[in-house]
């Protein structure tokens, strides 16, 4: 393969050399390994501060090798040149349009470090000299949240409390793994989309305005447990993730903002339940099977909302 590619290449020089035709410099070489930082590449130096030999990437890669001559290596001019990128690396640049994180072990896992766009850094001390892979990123990344008032989060961060975790969830994932642990699976199909509607706008609420951070200083939006919603992966059912993609486009706001839908299991009071911010769940059911539907449950339990 490469053998093939670099015949055009060639032909190329050499019309050029006959004709006379300047070639842009860099234009053909961009996306190539060749040791040089380029743009729209991630690159590891072999030292600290960006400097010593350059291995360069265009994209996410989940294991270097170890051994030549099959390992991706530093293949710039300097300290380092020719060694196995993997493990050896002090500092980076990242000439992506991605941030790019930076993991302990193969197969993105493992402690990891992320370098935004365009950043320059140098590897933290659990990284420096163990990197074993890197990922280029889509989607929000840190404490960030793509998500507004008028759009829904794409992701939400969980504190998988028992674990002593935050894990990156896909937000309809999320909800979909919530609902049949908040409401009864074989409630009638109002009761469990009124309970769609409020898992997730709970959860919405929490992606735009959480601060909070776990002791270990990782921030979080939700919590998995009872302190929040039960979140418990894998455990969606065919009625509960129904009822979610049914009313997925739904929105429930209170003066343009998405509400912070609070609900409890008891029929006859929630706390906070008479200032219309709260709703039943064992009455959503009774009221499902009265003939109401999800938006007139909704609208019966919480206060001046738009249903949209």
């Not at 001390?125 to 793509?146: F, I, M, R, V, Y």
């Not at 039943?280 to 499902?288: H, I, N, P, V």
Request: hydrophobic share 35%; with cysteine; net charge positive.
């Amino acid at each position: 393969m490469t053998i093939l590619r670099r015949v055009p290449s060639l032909l190329a020089v050499l019309v050029v050399a006959l004709v006379g035709v300047a070639v842009a410099p860099g234009a053909a070489s961009a996306a190539a390994r060749d040791g040089a930082c380029d743009s729209g590449e991630f690159c590891y130096y072999y030292n600290s501060n960006q400097a010593g030999s350059i291995s360069d990437f265009t994209d996410s890669l989940d294991d270097y090798g170890t051994t030549q001559p099959s390992c991706y290596e530093f293949k710039g001019a300097g300290a380092g040149k020719g060694l196995c990128v993997k493990n050896n690396a002090a500092s980076v640049w990242n000439r992506t349009g991605k941030t790019v994180r930076v993991y302990f072990n193969s197969n993105f896992a493992g402690a990891s470090q992320d370098f935004a766009a365009g950043a320059k850094g140098n590897l933290n001390a659990t990284l420096k000299n163990n990197n074993a892979s890197h990922e280029l990123l889509s989607g929000p990344t840190g404490c960030s949240t793509d998500g507004t008032n008028s759009k829904l989060p794409t992701t939400i961060l969980v504190y998988r409390v028992s674990l002593g975790r935050v894990d990156r969830v896909d937000f309809k994932t999320y909800v979909k793994n919530v609902l049949p642990n908040e409401w009864i699976t074989s409630w009638p199909k109002a009761s469990l989309e009124a309970g769609a509607m409020a898992v997730k706008s709970y959860g919405w609420y929490w992606a735009l305005h959480s601060t909070r951070k776990t002791s270990g200083g990782q921030c979080y939006d939700v919590r998995d447990d009872t302190g929040d919603q039960v979140y418990r992966p894998s455990s969606a059912q065919a009625s509960t993730s129904s009822a979610v993609d049914s009313t997925w486009s739904a929105r429930l706001t209170r003066s343009g903002n998405i509400l912070q839908a609070h609900y409890c299991a008891t029929t006859t009071a929630c706390g906070g339940w008479v200032d219309g911010d709260w709703l039943s769940q064992y009455g959503s059911r009774d009221l499902a099977n009265a003939g109401n539907g999800y938006q007139t449950i909704l609208r019966h339990y919480y206060r001046d909302v738009a249903i949209s």
